[in-house]
């Protein structure tokens, strides 16, 4: 078996969704990637402890002897194959929480998924795991992004929009901090002020000049009061994008932010040095 065949089982096993296939896959290698070769652990939200978690490997559980699958061969009497069921067991090694991959081995050379419990890791994260792989958004907000991402995929757009218009309000928070003295009052009554006024008073700070922010806030405001959960699922393909990019340039505005003080306090530092 290669480290190939290891790597693409492991994504396989994450990444993928009930009844995806995966072949090329010879019955001992089946075994022995659902055993001593499986993934030690993974990375995932757990709804008990509400935060991103590293699931530990506990056990694996094999079913033999499934009957016989017949598949023609050469000889035209057909050769027989055994399927094979496999249990991948994982668990929170906070809470406890359980976590199980389940996968059948037709007994010739085809993988399937069969289970994944619970069903609410079955998320399409991939995009937002481009932005937490390139440190392109900050941790906090990648990890109440994690939050409603997890809540959309289950089908709970509301309670989505209740972690977007938090990253939402930590982000308008952390512009300021970062120009409060500019600004020029002070975070307790930054607090205090509505939410269009808060932006007002950021406005000249913002990573995107245009008039997006004071409706954004707005739907993300009535995704929570006002709309159905039809409405929302409808909304969040496009909100959910806009809230990354945002949050991207504003970080990476921040990091520019600080080079060019870095820079300043160099040229003063060696100002007696340069001539
Ligand atoms: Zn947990």
Known sequence: M??????????????????????????????ALTSNQALKTIDLYCPLCKENKTFIYSKSEYINGLGQLPYPSEDGFGTAYTGAIRFLNYECPSCGKKLVYGFYHNGKASVTKI???????????????????????????????????TCASSGYYVAAYTYMRRVY????????????????????????????????????????????????????SAGIHAM??????????????????????????????????????????RKGEMK
């Open 115 to 149: 289970t994944q419990y619970p069903s609410l890791f079955d998320v399409s994260r991939d995009e937002l795991k481009k932005y937490q792989k390139n440190d392109l958004i900050d941790k906090v907000s990648f990890s109440q992004l994690y939050k409603a991402e």
């Open 228 to 269: 159905t959960e039809e409405q929302c699922c409808e909304d969040y393909t496009v909100l959910k994008p806009i809230l990354l990019e945002i949050l991207a340039e504003q970080k990476a505005k921040k990091e520019k932010a600080a080079k060019r003080k870095e820079l300043k306090e160099l040229f003063a530092k």
């Open 2 to 31: 290669t480290e190939e065949m290891i790597k693409a089982f492991g994504e396989f096993q994450v990444e993928k969704g009930i009844y995806e296939q995966i072949n090329g896959i010879k019955i001992e290698d089946f075994k």
């Open 169 to 220: 309000e930590t982000m308008l928070l952390s512009v300021f901090k970062q120009y409060e003295q500019e600004i020029g009052i002070t975070e307790d009554n930054f607090r205090k002020l509505r939410s269009d006024e808060k932006l007002k008073s950021i406005k000249n700070y913002l990573a995107i000049d245009d008039e997006i922010y004071i409706p954004l806030y707005g739907l993300l």
